[in-house]
Every structure is written in C-alpha cells, then in structure tokens.
C-alpha cells in the first residue's frame, strides 16, 4: 500500500486531515492555504469535507475561510474502483471516496486591535489512490494548481511569491513516510488517530494486536505432534523464550522486530518489556489437574505430552518445569544420580517447591500487558508501532494482505482452480486498462474486490476468496507473465498448434486464459517489429482516391467507395512492402501514403486515419455487401453489430474480403482503434476457437434460437400441430398431403441473406412430424452455425491477415482480447486524454479557457466525445493504452498522441467570434480564448456537428 503525504512549510495549527476510505493507496496532502474552490487540473472525483466546529478560545472564526473544501484528485484515481464494465461499456469515469475529519482548520489572526489579516493556514489531508504508480501525477498536479495553493487570495501575497511551490506545499508517501526520520510531523497525529484513543487501542487495532499475540501460541501448536486444544487468550502467559521464538508464524516475534529501537538487542528489549509489562504467571493447581490425562497448565502455550519416567507424580512436576522455564532444565536433571537411588528421589520435592517460590520472580506477557506497551510505544514513536504492523502482513485499515507463513500460502493455493485464475487475470486486466498502468506495475496489495463489482457475474467465483489469498494469486501470476515475457514466449513455436496437440504451443493455447493482455500485447509487438520487410530506405506505396465520388454521403455505386478503389490499387502492390514498423512518435509509419484529387494535404497521418474510418463506414453500410447487420438486431439484441455476409462468394469478394483482411493487419500495426462494430463471433471464428452452438446461436440470430427451443421442448403431438400452425401463419400456407386442411412444416429455412434452402436433399417434399422434429431442429441449428462460422469468408479474410502479420500470433489472444487489438475501446476515457495533452506556447492547464475547455467535454456524451476525437485527429477511436505508462519517456507515445492545445494562429478580432481550428495530422486543436462556458461549449458543438471538409489533415 502506497500512501502520498502532501505537507505545508507554514507554521499554524491546528490542521485538518482527510481520509479516503479505500483499502490500497493513500496520499497525505498538507498545504498552506485555505482551499476555496475545487481544483481545475484535477478534474473529476471530489473530496469534500464540511468542517463546522468553533475555533478555540483566543481565536476568531473569519469570514474569509469557507467552511466547506473539496480536494478534487481524480486524476490520480482513488479509491473506489467502482464497476469496469465491459467492452463496449464506459468506465465510471468518477471515483468516489469518503474523507474523515481528523482535525480542524482555522485560520490565526490578530488579537490586538488592529484589523484582522488572515495568515496561511497549515493543514494536510490523507488522500487514498487505487495505485502507485499514479503518485508522481497526484504530485505533478497538486503543484499545478493554483487553486488548491491560493496564492491570488491572500493579503501577504508578496510573501508567498518568493517560495517555491515546493516549499508551499509537499508531497510524500505515507508509507516512504513511516520509515523516514523526518518526516512530516502533522502525519503522526494522523497515524496517531488510527491506532489508539488515549490511553486505549482503537477496536480494529485491538482485533489485530490478539491475532498478532495468539500467533505465538498457534506457531508452536503446529509444531506439536499432539491435536491441540483451544486456548482462551486471557490464559496465554508468554515467556521471553517464547516470544523470541523463530517458528513459522510466529508474528509477535516479527512486531518486537520491528518495533525494538535502532542498535537494540532483540534480547535485551524483551527482557525490559517483561519487566516492566510482564506478569507473574497464576501459581498452578494442582489438584485441578492431577486427573486429567494431559497437563493443561493455565499459562502453558504448548500442551505436554504423556510422562514416560517411571515415578509419574515427580515427572509430572519436573515436565512442569521444563514447559514453563527453560532455564531450570538442567538443574533438574543433574539431581539425578546413579550412585544415590532413593535419596534423589527424597530431595526432588524439597527442591521443587523452591523452584516454584522463584517462579513468580520470572514474569510473563499478556495480551493486556502487550496492549499497554503498544500504547506507550505509541507515544513515543508512533510509526515504529505500524512500521510493525505492516511487516506482520497488515495494511493502514488493520486488513490482512499477506499470508502469516508458507503452510498458510500452501492451504489457500489448493483451493484455487483454473476457472477462478481466469477470472482474477480477466479482472487484473480490466482494473489495469482502468488504471492505465500494466500488471507488472500492479501491486498486490492493490488487489481488492470493491463492492460496485460483485454483480458482476465474471467474477462471482472471486467473492468469498479472502483477499491475502487474492492478492498472494496475483502475485504468483505477475510472475508467472513476467517469465513468460521475458524469457519463455520468444523461444515458442506458435504455428502448427492444431497439429501437434501435444505440443507447447497447443499448451499454451489452452491456458492463453492465464496469461496478462498487456503481455500478449508486448511479445505481439516484438514479433511484429520483428518480421518487418519495409525498411526506412523504401519509399511507402501511394495511393490515389477521388473523394468526389461520395460527395454528400451517397455512393452510386460500390465501385467507387474508398474501399474498392483502395483494394484495386493495392492489389497491384506486393504485401511485402505494406509490413512496416509498429506506429510510434510524432511522425509514425504508415502502410501507404493518401492523396486526395484535387485536395493539398499537408502531412500523412490525417489523410491516413480519415481513410480507415471511411473505410469502416462503407464496410458497415450498404454500399458494400461484405458485412450484414446480426439477425438479432430485429429483436433489439446486439443493434448495430455486424457479421460476415454468408453464403458462397465470388472471385471478386475474395478478393474484397481479403483486402478486408489486409486492413485488419494494418490498423495492428498502426495502432489504429477500427470504428468496427464486429459481434464476438467474428473474432472466434479469426482466431480459431470453436463456437458455442447455444450461447453464439443465441447472440447472432435470438428468433432462430426461440424457434428451435420451441420444438426441442415440445411435449405431445397437439402441441406440435399449434406450433405448425403459428409458424405457417407467418409464411406461405402449407398443407400436409395426409391431412389437405392440416398445416405443417417442411424440412427448409430461410438464411439470414433471406433465401430458403432445404435442410436435407428433398426437404421442401419432406414434412415436420412427431417422429422426425428432434432431426429438423438440428438441422436447423446446424445450417446457422455454419452460417455464423462462414469457412470460406473467413479463410479470405485469414488469407490476408496473415500477409500482414504472422498468422501464429492468433494463438495467444482471446477473440475479446483481439478485438481490443485490433479495434480499441468504443469509447473515450477523458482522464486518459487529459493526462497525455500537451499545453503549448506559454499555455497551462491552469489557464482558464484551458479549464473551461475540458468542463465542457466532460459535458459532452460519449457519441459527441467521438464526433470531437474525429475533428481533431481524424479517428473516432484512440488507443486505451501508451507504452508511456510505464514510465518510458514522451517520444514514445502512441500515435495520436499526445494531443496538443495551442493558442490560434494570429490576434485580429475578440476571441469569442473566433472559431476552434485543428490539425488532424498534429492531433493539434488551436483553441481561441472564450470568455465563458456557454460559449466553449457553443464553437465545440459547431466544430463537431457542422464540419464540411474532413480533409484537413
């Protein structure tokens, strides 16, 4: 767990403390100022806290302080992770956390006549972030922003002018901050707070302290051979043996570790521990136990076992000995003597008895005595106390994160299967695309199950997991990927998978479901920078297109669309020279350059991207006969998707579909998201997974499906005649030879192109009865599967992705996996734009048409955020991910991006009567000075739904 402390130079108190109520990271944020408005830069979640208590006696309450501020960190994520949907579902773009007041927040005037200055204030806040990684943007932001500092509204200003931000307000980890000497004083009293209540320990730090003291007790019954019986904790005496015991397990040995004070013998602190918290162990009954088959001493930790020595009653006593001090082992067996048979054995009860009157001068620790000490220490040195806490596998909510020793590791791993690991790493990999970070940048203590995910029923085998199993789960498969990364998946061969069942590769295949997306996607991209055949020297293939031929949106003819005339130029061009380098910088490499008759385009990449989402259009509309819209789309299921057309093809298709193919392998390379809206049975059938004949009969065609249920479950023949009846209502009259006013069915069904065809040869003459209904239903769900599964489209379609890219790359990828490749997300995340823009020629996040600008698109709905991202860079959909995410340096962006927000070109006329230009080539929006919202949001809106010219790249 990560936590960030943001403190301030000033020097007032008291100061307010806000806590997030999320379980992973936390970031205390302390500043100088009063916050009076809510942080622009940061720009989606809020934290707001209400604070009326009344200022203490020699102060007074200004009027200047609001009483109510919000911290808004959404930039950094916090803590509520909140649903993350699926693909084709926006992600809450806001999460929301809790903030609990620790504290209060004056401000300190003056107390003599004079008329009241109001001074900075010194005040921190707790801000909790889902991830690590996101600390250095929390950091990067808060000294953006002149709102949370508030420097322009405070008399002094001249003061504060001449400090750096640095010094105005800072940034830190509560974690970094619990080892740091020097840390920020304002976090004790923060951690302070969650630890105890005067003179007592908080309820949560009460149940985690008795689990830490009993762990002692439980380590050394594992070790015992005999079953161990229930121990009430306020029977557990612990010695200083004990204590310092080294068994697995054993945690309070870890907190006095860690706890003890620099260049301290472990030792030596138990020793003075005990003496001044320890208690004198209740003196043993005898007669209670001289019964029992077992020693059951009131303060013994480990039961003992049956005497074996011959005189039962002075063995027992000397067992006693042994368990309780181990120091008085050696006496006890040198009082033995050979030579002396009987007068031994009449001194052992006179030199028992003094054993045990010096007993109580050896003292013991309880579990009160342990809570007392941890009270004092706190006192003391408050972050040696939870630096100990941590180290015994909690986090700053006393939730456990981490197993107690290996056995415990062992026990919670048999219970994991091979479905429960493939939904953790399905989840891994939607929090990571929520987080824009990669797995191997998660930690594991960031694993957790937030509430807003439990419907979701991908993950119902994850609910009752306890979460130190989850996170130990995790962290087994982050390495597991990391292996496979770097030194596993480079050295596999992939093809040839269904021929060697027995291969590697055909392993993998069938536990590709255990394997992060975020490495496919890496070892894909090695592979393809790899196989590259068009080097820097060669000149990219051009193409000409005359974009008069769909002037108005209307194609006369297929002929003419982009699409066609593309595929007839490029046919003539060798697919070698189209394989180039994955996409990357500011001036990427395409496939083929564009050029437009009649039109000056300057640049490639506009004309580049403007092409493939015209291509995308034409595919999905009926100018091209490639794709039709899924038959369940007439019962309001899955409107909008499309499927390939079925039904034998033409020289000419084969041809369409394998340029089709083509285009598929270029967006991969090009890193450009297709606007293509493909149902889920496209990508099965392209990477080669079997079809499910309920659930993808279900999805493409839902009437088909509810048709063949109804003769699957049928029950006698009079049902069987209504159902003959009802069917034939609908189409021609057909009448049963037998019975001439009888309906009935034959063996035929109409396609989804709409053609009736037979089920069997002569199927129009053979009629549906009782006996043959179960053989037309199958005949009928065979013909759709064979429909959806579409061999020979999709051997086209595969023949020329793979002239692309390898072929053998589909054997890692799940079909939802491949569609994220090669299609993207069909929505745009704001928080992920906002943090890869650049601000260009003196401008700033802070600028206020800047943070008017991005108020107004978070205004916008996803289908106008679409239409803005096809103005400004000519793709309507941007890639979800940025190799920068981890950490690599701005050159390595993704292209579009970053976007770039520049002032516009020239100063004549007021900024309101100016309109927003961009240059799609630069993803560049030029973005003139509006003086309100209204207005933003009125030139955007023009900008979006009014463009005439798309060429502007």
């Not at 801000?127 to 922003?145: D, G, M, P, Q, T």
């Not at 034998?648 to 392998?665: D, K, M, S």
Request: proline share 7%; with cysteine.
């Amino acid at each position: 767990m990560d936590n960030l402390d943001v403190s301030s130079g000033s020097s007032v108190t008291p100061a307010m403390s806000m806590s997030a109520s999320a379980s992973t990271s936390q970031t205390s944020i302390c500043s100088s100022q009063c916050v009076s408005r809510t942080a622009s830069d940061l720009s989606v979640d809020q934290f707001q806290a209400s604070h009326d208590q009344p200022a203490p006696q020699g102060m007074i309450d200004p009027h200047t302080v609001s009483s109510q501020e919000s911290l808004d960190l959404s930039l950094c994520s916090t803590g509520s992770l909140g649903s993350l949907g699926s693909l084709g579902e926006p992600l809450d773009s806001a999460d929301s956390a809790s903030i609990s007041d620790v504290g209060s927040m004056y401000t300190v005037t003056s107390l003599d006549n004079n008329p009241l200055v109001s001074r900075s204030i010194k005040g921190y806040a707790i801000v909790e972030v889902r991830a690590r990684a996101k600390i250095e943007k929390v950091r990067a932001s808060l000294f953006n922003s002149s709102d949370l500092i508030g420097l322009s509204s405070l008399e002094g200003e001249d003061e504060l002018m001449e400090m750096s931000t640095e010094e105005i307000l800072t940034v830190s980890s509560v974690n970094q901050s619990l080892f740091d000497t020097q840390g920020s004083s304002a976090l004790e009293d923060y951690f302070t707070e969650k630890l105890i209540k005067g003179d007592k320990v908080v309820p949560p730090a009460r149940d985690v302290l008795a689990e830490i003291f009993r762990s002692c007790i439980h380590s050394e019954q594992m070790l015992s051979l005999a079953p161990a019986k229930p121990i009430k904790v306020s029977d557990i005496f612990l010695s200083k043996e004990q204590i310092n015991s080294q068994t697995p397990g054993n945690l309070l040995q870890i907190f006095f570790t860690n706890v003890r004070p620099p260049k301290k013998v472990l030792e030596d602190q138990l020793t003075q521990i005990l003496r001044k918290y320890g208690i004198p162990k209740p003196k043993f009954d005898k007669s209670k136990y001289s019964k029992a088959g077992k020693e059951q001493h009131p303060g013994k930790v480990v039961s003992t076992k049956r005497p074996i020595g011959k005189p039962p009653g002075k063995d027992r006593s000397v067992l006693n000995s042994v368990r309780t001090a181990l120091s008085e082992k050696k006496p006890i067996v040198k009082a033995k003597s050979p030579e002396k048979g009987s007068k031994p054995d009449d001194k052992d009860p006179e030199k028992s008895p003094a054993k045990k009157q010096e007993a109580p001068e050896e003292k013991y620790l309880t579990l009160d005595g342990f809570h007392k000490f941890v009270v004092d220490r706190s006192k003391q040195d408050i972050r040696s106390v939870w630096r100990a806490i941590l180290s015994c596998g909690y986090d700053l909510h006393f939730e456990r994160c981490a197993c107690i020793d290996t056995r415990h590791a062992q026990r919670s791993c048999k219970k994991w299967t091979l479905e429960m690991d493939v939904a953790l790493v399905q989840y891994v990999n939607r929090l990571c695309r929520h987080l824009a970070i990669s797995p191997s940048r998660l930690h594991p203590h960031e694993v957790y199950l937030d509430p807003a995910d439990v419907p979701d029923p991908r993950i119902a085998c994850l609910l009752n997991v306890p979460i130190e199993s989850l996170r130990l789960r995790f962290a087994l498969l982050q390495s597991l990927n990391n292996t496979l990364e770097t030194f596993f998946l480079p050295l596999v061969e992939l093809r040839q998978t269904h021929t060697y069942m027995d291969s590697i590769a055909a392993l993998l295949r069938e536990s590709k479901g255990l394997v992060f997306y975020d490495t496919k996607v890496a070892v894909m991209n090695r592979v393809l920078n790899a196989t590259v055949q068009r080097t820097a020297d060669h000149a990219a293939p051009e193409i000409t297109l005359d974009p008069l031929e769909i002037v108005g949106g209307e194609i006369r003819s297929s002929e003419n669309t982009y699409f066609c005339q593309a595929a007839r130029q490029l046919a003539l061009v060798s697919s070698t020279q189209l394989c180039v380098k994955l996409a990357s910088g500011g001036d990427p490499t395409y496939a083929f350059n564009i050029r437009f008759t009649g039109e000056e385009v300057h640049g490639t990449s506009g004309s580049f991207r403007h092409f493939l989402w015209q291509v995308c259009k034409e595919l999905q509309s009926s100018a091209l006969s490639l794709l039709v819209p899924c038959p369940s789309s007439a019962a309001n299921r899955n409107k909008g998707k499309h499927i390939l057309t079925p039904g034998p093809i033409t020289y000419t298709e084969e041809q369409l579909l394998h340029f089709f193919g083509q285009l598929l392998g270029i967006a991969i390379r090009a890193d450009v998201p297709l606007p293509l809206d493909l149902l889920p049975t496209f990508w099965k059938t392209l990477v080669g997974e079997p079809l499910d004949p309920e659930w993808d009969l279900q999805e493409v065609d839902i009437l088909t499906y509810n048709y063949i249920k109804k003769f699957e479950t049928i029950n006698d023949e009079t049902e069987l005649e209504a159902l003959c009846a009802e069917v034939t209502s609908h189409h021609l009259t057909t009448e049963s030879p037998d019975s001439p006013n009888k309906p009935c069915c034959k063996f035929s069904y109409v396609t989804m192109t709409g053609d009736e065809v037979e089920l069997c040869p002569g199927g129009r003459d053979i009629t549906v009865v009782w006996e043959n209904k179960d053989s037309y239903a199958v005949a009928i769900r065979n013909l759709r599967i064979q429909e959806i599964e579409n061999t020979h489209c999709m051997t086209a379609v595969r023949a020329g992705l793979g002239s692309i890219i390898p072929l053998q790359l589909l054997t890692m990828p799940t079909p939802l996996e491949m569609e994220l490749r090669t299609c993207g997300l069909p929505y745009i995340n704001l928080e992920f734009l906002k943090a890869h823009t650049m601000y260009q020629v003196g401008l700033m996040e802070t600028d206020q048409h800047i943070e008017l600008f991005w108020t107004a698109l978070e205004m916008f709905t996803q289908e106008e955020l679409c239409k803005f991202i096809k103005f400004a860079c000519n793709q309507e959909r941007i890639p979800f991910t940025c190799p920068c995410k981890d950490g690599s340096p701005d050159t390595a962006h993704v292209p579009p991006y970053p976007m770039k927000i520049a002032p516009p070109d020239g100063a004549a006329g007021s900024p309101d009567s100016r309109y927003i230009r961009v240059e799609t080539c630069m993803f560049m929006i030029k973005l003139p000075q509006y003086s309100s919202l209204d207005n933003m949001l009125e030139k955007l809106r023009y900008a979006i739904h009014y463009r005439e010219d798309p060429l502007s790249g």
